[in-house]
C-alpha cells in the first residue's frame, strides 16, 4: 500500500475511505463482527487507523487474517482502560512507552484513542531492535495521521540511553516482547517509575534453558526438567509467576488476566502491574522460595531490579 505523498492526498485518502468504512460497516456486520463484545475501536469509527495498520482491505472490509489481531490489540488496551482513565485524570499530557513495538499495532492504536478517543494529548514512542519494522512503523504513522502523537526509534530495549527517551515515563506497555524483552520493559517501567507496566509475555525461555542443564538431575521436578515441551510450558507459567512478585517486590500491585481468549492466541497473559505504596518484602521472600523450591534458576530480572 503506498503511502499518499502529500498531506492534501493523504486527507483525501482518509475522507475517501471513511466514507467507505461507513458504507460497508453497518449495524448488522459491526455486530456480527463483535458478537457483544465491547471494544474501544470500532472498526466503521477507525478506518484510516485500521487500514494504516494493514488490519483493513482498500474496500474498508476485514479480512479473516487481520480479526485475530484486531481483537487482540483492542482487548489489550481494553482491559487498560481504567488505568488510562487515571493516568489521564493524574497527567496533562500522557507518556507512554511500546516496548519492542513490532510494526506498531499497538503503539498506534494508544495514539489513536489519546487522539480521537479519549481526546486527551498522549506522546507515545515505540521501540524495536528492527530497523525494518521502525522504517514500517514511521510510514504507518505518517499515514495514519498521527505524527506528532507517536513516535518510533531504533534501539535493543536494554539499551535505551541510545535513544531519545521522555524522562517521565508514565507508562510501559509491551505486547509479545521476546523472551526477556519483556523483563527488559519490566525493569525499564521500574527504573523510570512508570505507574502501569503493563505486559502480554511470549516465549519465556529462561527458566527453560536454566532447567535444560538440570534434566540429568534428580530433582523433585526433574520429570519436567528431563521433557523438553513441559520443561517450556512450565517456565512460561513461572517465569510470569517470578516476574509478578519481582514488580510487588519493587513495589507495584499486580494482576494477571486472559485477556483474550486462547482461540485467538496462547499467548494470553496479560500482567498488569500499577504503581502502589512500595515495596513488598514478603514478595521478595516468595520469589526466592519459588526460585528455591524450582531447582534454584531464578530471572536475571531480579538483579536489575
Ligand atoms: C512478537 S513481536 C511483537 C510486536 C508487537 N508488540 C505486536 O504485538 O505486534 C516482538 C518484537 O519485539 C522486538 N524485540 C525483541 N527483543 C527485543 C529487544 N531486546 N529490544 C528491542 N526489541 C526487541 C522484535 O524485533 C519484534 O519486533
Redesign the pocket.
Known amino acids: 500500500m503506498p503511502t499518499p505523498r502529500t498531506s492534501r492526498t493523504r486527507d483525501r485518502w482518509a475522507l475517501e475511505l471513511e466514507a467507505r468504512a461507513r458504507a460497508h460497516w453497518t449495524a448488522a456486520r459491526t455486530d456480527e463482527l463483535l458478537q457483544g463484545k465491547d471494544v474501544l475501536i470500532r472498526p466503521g469509527d477507525a478506518a484510516t487507523l485500521l487500514r494504516a495498520l494493514g488490519l483493513l482491505n482498500a474496500d474498508a472490509s476485514l479480512p479473516p487474517a487481520q480479526v485475530r489481531k484486531y481483537f487482540q490489540i483492542n482487548h489489550m488496551v481494553g482491559q487498560l482502560r481504567l488505568t488510562f482513565e487515571e493516568l489521564r485524570a493524574r497527567h496533562a499530557t500522557i507518556r507512554l512507552l511500546?516496548a519492542?513495538?513490532?510494526?506498531s499495532?499497538?503503539t498506534l492504536l494508544l495514539a489513536w484513542c489519546g487522539a480521537h478517543v479519549w481526546r486527551h494529548p498522549i506522546e507515545v514512542l515505540g521501540?524495536?531492535?528492527?530497523p525494518a519494522?521502525i522504517e514500517e512503523c514511521r510510514r504507518r504513522t505518517e499515514l495514519a495521521q498521527l505524527d506528532g502523537v507517536a513516535r518510533f526509534e531504533v534501539?535493543?530495549?536494554?539499551q535505551l540511553d541510545a535513544i531519545d527517551v521522555p524522562a517521565e515515563l508514565h507508562g510501559v506497555i509491551?505486547?509479545?516482547?521476546?523472551d526477556t524483552?519483556t523483563c527488559?520493559a519490566i525493569a525499564i517501567g521500574v527504573a523510570r517509575r512508570a505507574e502501569l507496566v503493563a505486559v502480554a509475555p511470549?516465549c519465556q525461555a529462561e527458566l527453560a534453558r536454566g532447567w535444560e542443564a538440570l534434566a540429568d538431575g534428580q530433582g523433585d521436578l526433574a520429570p519436567i526438567w528431563r521433557t523438553p515441551h513441559l520443561r517450556r510450558e512450565t517456565a512460561a507459567h513461572l517465569t510470569d509467576a517470578m516476574r509478578m512478585l519481582l514488580l510487588r517486590a519493587a513495589g507495584y500491585r499486580t494482576t494477571a488476566i486472559e485477556f483474550i481468549p486462547s482461540e485467538h492466541t496462547r499467548k494470553n497473559t496479560l500482567i498488569r502491574a500499577v504503581r502502589g505504596d512500595g515495596p513488598d518484602p514478603a514478595a521478595a521472600s516468595e520469589y526466592d522460595t519459588l526460585v528455591r523450591a524450582t531447582g534454584g534458576v531464578g530471572l536475571a530480572l531480579a538483579k536489575r531490579l
Open positions: 511500546d519492542g513495538c513490532g510494526r499495532y499497538l521501540v524495536d531492535r528492527n519494522v534501539a535493543a530495549l536494554d509491551a505486547l509479545h516482547a521476546c524483552a527488559d511470549c
